[in-house]
């Protein structure tokens, strides 16, 4: 009964996006996906209706809930009849997705089912590549897909500073911007990390804020971080002002999101 609800809000999911046509932004990647994805959403709203996935909903069972903006009813029968009837009245412009490849296939699968205009891949690295024997080159292949199936009008967002990532634009017929600390099409530079003294402070107050150059196009400004302290986060905004640079958004508008950005709960965090 179970795998035939999920048959049912995958095509529920797939019929809402034929209906609602939202641009369709897709992360994929080792590492990073989820405070990528925030960034991502975080700079969108400014300008648009954006739906971002709460919960780590990234696999062919997850990524309806993330479309529908519902929770897994479990194993409630009528919460899954709920769900499958509820009529969607309003949609975003614009959905932020991320695409897990537990084994090869996935995100073909993923592309099957939300087809993405701007796919971004984060960076690459050795960790869940048993189900690819052991391979890297295997999961490189598995995330690179996501990338070959943009159309020519699409974007494709990669990490310039991961070669493995670099190297995925060979495979792109849709235009690439790069972005990263080095040689990038987005690029950071002059880091600038500001702490409290005493590392005192209250809970949800700002204890440290990271600031840093954005070389982006013709445009070129500071930006700034709350409470973050690693280069992966700067990645994560950098990604952000990519996509938000190819949808029209204006420096301050991204500058703006960003200041809303915290940490994902759990990394990074002071305790």
């Known amino acids: 009964m179970k795998k035939l609800f999920e048959k049912l809000i995958q095509l529920k999911a797939k019929q809402v996006i034929k209906k609602f046509k939202p641009r369709i932004v897709a992360i994929t990647g080792s590492v990073g996906k989820t405070s990528t994805k925030n960034a991502i959403a975080a700079v ?12 780590n909903y990234n696999n062919e069972f997850g990524v309806p809930f993330a479309i529908l903006g519902a929770k897994s009813p479990g194993r409630s029968p009528l919460g899954w009849l709920k769900l499958l009837l509820k009529t969607e009245k309003f949609f975003p412009e614009i959905l932020v997705l991320e695409f897990g490849a537990d084994q090869p296939g996935d995100i073909s699968a993923l592309c099957d089912l939300a087809a993405p205009e701007i796919g971004v891949v984060t960076a690459i690295t050795p960790v869940h590549v048993e189900n690819y024997g ?53 690029q950071a530079s002059n880091f600038a990390l500001e702490t409290l003294k005493d590392f005192s402070f209250e809970h949800g ?37 990519a996509v938000g640079q190819y949808l029209g958004l204006t420096s301050e508008e991204m500058l703006k999101g960003l200041l809303t950005l915290e940490p994902v709960k759990g990394r990074l965090n002071p305790v």
């Open 44 to 55: 969108l709203k400014t300008k648009f209706s954006v739906r971002v996935a709460e919960e």
């Open 134 to 186: 052991s391979d890297i080159d295997g999961l490189v292949a598995e995330k690179r897909v996501l990338i070959e199936r943009l159309k020519a009008n699409g974007l494709a967002v990669l990490n310039g500073d991961d070669d493995r990532v670099r190297g995925m634009a060979m495979k792109s017929q849709a235009p690439i911007l790069t972005y990263g600390v080095n040689s990038s099409d987005v």
């Open 205 to 241: 107050e700002t204890f440290a804020t990271l600031g840093f150059h954005v070389r982006a196009k013709d445009q070129d400004f500071d930006a700034a971080l709350k409470n973050a302290l690693s280069r992966t986060q700067v990645l994560s905004a950098l990604a952000a002002i």
